[in-house]
């Protein structure tokens, strides 16, 4: 069967360089050369662009982001035995491809890419989360990343995008709401990939903003954040009371009722009682 690329079909890669599945990388690969290129095109224009990608594996999303016209792609994968079908992609698509076999947590991309920069990754889901929460707080805003286009479990995704007053509403919805853009653009099921997983899949989209929504310290944003939701339905004066000796009163003054409960509160008073807890030093 022949492909777009010209390239071998990825079930025939995966035979011949002896790719099985490793669970402790997880490894759920998509073989579907269509399904990789739409998810390629939910990151926009790429031909002005950088590309990182996390988990290339035997490179079915890595074609589809070369086809798509990516002006460059590094590709950081863990698993050595994936280099070999890696380098059948660069050999196929000079200059465009560089690949690195290490720990996406341990390199910088700054190093091998130059800007703009999209990120674009089916995350492995034991670093899924890291990574994000990672490119979410930067010691700089805006990021080195201009947007993120990621797949994650469903349930991961959605607690991305969570609105107050939902169960997935928490600090990773405020974390990325607060500077992004962000919004699930694909959900996919078990079916798509090989072998299956045990939960439905989404890809979320993130555009980073130039500034953040509503000011406020990166930090003590974070800290607020973790306090009322490690305890989220606690009434507010008693779950950040640790936070300020007059909570319930500073609570009021920013228009926050000090009865009610972290998940109620959006990203914009989130923000406000931050910047009410800075003032008071
Ligand atoms: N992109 C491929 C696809 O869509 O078919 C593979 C996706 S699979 C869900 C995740 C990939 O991430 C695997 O190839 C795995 O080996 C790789 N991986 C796991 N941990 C990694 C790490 N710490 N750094 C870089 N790659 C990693």
Redesign the pocket.
């Known amino acids: 069967m022949s492909t777009i690329d010209g390239l071998p079909p990825?079930r025939e890669v995966i035979a011949t360089h002896g790719l099985s599945a490793?669970k402790a990388?997880?490894?759920?690969?998509?073989?579907d050369l269509n399904l990789?290129a739409k998810i390629a095109r939910q990151a926009g224009d790429l031909t002005a662009c950088d590309v990182l990608?996390?988990?290339?594996?035997?490179?079915?999303?890595?074609r589809g982001l070369l086809a798509e016209g990516a002006r460059h792609v590094l590709a950081?994968?863990?698993?050595a035995r994936?280099m070999a079908p890696l380098a059948e992609i660069a050999a196929r698509y000079p200059g465009r491809l560089e690949v690195l076999n290490?720990?996406?947590?341990?390199i910088d991309p700054l190093a091998h890419l130059t800007p703009p920069i999209k990120v674009v990754?089916?995350?492995?889901?034991?670093?899924g989360t890291e990574l994000l929460v990672r490119w979410l707080t930067p010691v700089q805003w805006p990021p080195f990343w201009q947007s993120l286009t990621l797949?994650f479990q469903r349930e991961v995704a959605e607690r991305i995008v969570a609105q107050p007053g939902s169960k997935a509403y928490g600090r990773l919805a405020i974390l990325a709401q607060w500077r992004c853009d962000a919004r699930i653009v694909m959900g996919l099921p078990p079916e798509a990939?090989t072998p299956p997983p045990k939960v439905r899949s989404a890809v979320v989209h993130l555009t980073a903003l130039p500034e953040p929504r509503f000011a406020a310290s990166a930090a003590t944003l974070q800290r607020l954040t973790a306090t009322a939701f490690q305890q989220r339905r606690k009434m507010l004066r008693a779950s950040l009371k640790g936070l300020h000796p007059e909570i319930g009163p500073l609570l009021e003054s920013v228009g926050i009722k000090p009865t009610s409960r972290a998940e109620e509160i959006d990203v914009e008073h989130f923000c406000a009682l931050a910047r009410a807890l800075d003032a008071e030093g």
């Open positions: 990825l490793k990388l997880g490894q759920n690969f998509l073989l990789t990608e996390v988990g290339p594996g035997p490179g079915g999303l890595t950081v994968e863990k698993d994936a290490a720990d996406a947590l341990a990754a089916n995350l492995p889901y034991n670093i797949m990939f």
